[in-house]
């Protein structure tokens, strides 16, 4: 076999670059073992370094192990030569300092960011924090790339160019989102509700399970889940039926026949009134129950009775309670509960 010449320039080549994979691994053994020293530690900037510089030097590592092995035995054939251009080499650091930095600032906000958004009684800081990351690593691998392209004098300016017309059109077609997120904002701040409320926004009425980024969700009386944008509902009216307290005022629309002496009926459903606040758990005593006598209506003496609840979440509860023992009572007073009726006069 024939050592000599172009040959033993490929062997030693090949072993350069075996030697640079062995200590690649032998970088990532020595990484290994210091993720597993800074855990034990008590600041997070150990394992935040470790993490940012770990796989790139062992990336690094390799490639000058192929670099060294290729442009020391003068092994690359004269159609490849284009690859020694300094500037590839250049190109390479700056996109290994764009890992680098990008994967460092990312760890810091996931880390310390959030364990500060999470000392805030909002969660706008949280969003925020979401946001940062999702932004930073964009923003320098763009800056990265038109790094690069100053590198190889390449003109940015159309790509720029490009970029602002890409950054108008991303924002009209994520408008709904942007505005979502803003919505989830002024939601954060202006605290309308919070989770567990019971609110009635547009047409839906339940409990707030939760606020998100686009969107709210809430959970029906009907135990089902209605996810409504954010957007929608900085715009709607909100009811919420948990603030200032718990405590809610129902009020009973009560139908006698006419005949029926009007003070005897108030007089009675404030007795039912004071039962009920005495017998059920529903009812406070404070503010008072009262019974006003409404309208003369076509059919019947109308009252209302307003009488308030301990707390919002039991309407049905309290009315099925109040209306059986108003038909109980009525029924032992010989109060007559009319129905709809029509009196037709024929003229001969």
């Not at 060294?68 to 159609?79: N, R, W």
């Not at 890409?166 to 408008?175: E, K």
């Amino acid at each position: 076999m024939d050592l000599s010449g172009i040959g033993v320039n490929y062997l030693l080549a090949a072993g350069v670059i075996l030697l640079g994979i062995v200590i690649a691994f032998l970088a990532r053994r020595l990484v290994s073992w210091l993720k597993s020293m800074a855990e034990t530690t008590d600041t997070s900037w150990d394992d935040i370094l470790v993490t940012a510089i770990g796989t790139p030097l062992q990336v690094i590592i390799i490639m000058l192990g192929f670099y060294f092995g290729i442009t020391k035995f003068d092994i690359l054939p004269e159609s490849s030569r284009w690859l020694l251009d300094p500037r590839y080499e250049t190109a390479f650091f700056i996109l290994i300092s764009a890992w680098i930095i990008s994967t460092f600032l990312y760890s810091v906000i996931r880390i310390y960011g959030r364990a500060y958004a999470q000392r805030s009684d909002t969660d706008l800081d949280d969003r925020l924090v979401e946001l940062l990351e999702l932004v930073i690593r964009y923003v320098i691998w763009f800056a990265a790339i038109m790094a690069i392209f100053k590198v190889f004098n390449i003109d940015i300016t159309p790509f720029l160019a490009g970029a602002g017309i890409a950054g108008i059109a991303v924002a009209l077609a994520a408008q709904d989102l942007i505005s979502n997120f803003f919505g989830g904002a002024i939601i954060t701040v202006d605290k309308p509700f919070k989770v567990g409320d019971r609110v009635k926004i547009d047409d839906f009425y339940g409990d707030v399970v939760s606020v998100g980024t686009r969107s709210t969700r809430i959970k029906t009386l009907d135990y089902q889940i209605v996810t409504l944008p954010n957007n929608k509902i900085t715009t709607n009216v909100i009811i919420n039926y948990s603030e200032p307290d718990e405590k809610l005022r129902i009020t009973l629309l009560v139908s006698v026949a006419y005949g029926t002496d009007p003070l005897k009926v108030k007089k009675i459903l404030l007795e039912i009134a004071h039962d009920a606040i005495q017998k059920t758990e529903f009812f406070l005593d404070t503010p008072a129950p009262t019974v006003f006598f409404d309208e003369f209506a076509a059919s019947s003496l109308n009252f209302i009775l307003k009488i308030w609840m301990r707390k919002y979440n039991l309407p049905d509860e309290s009315k099925d309670a109040l209306n059986c023992m108003i038909a109980e009572r009525f029924a032992k007073e010989g109060i007559e509960i009319p129905f709809p009726q029509m009196d037709v006069h024929m003229k001969k």
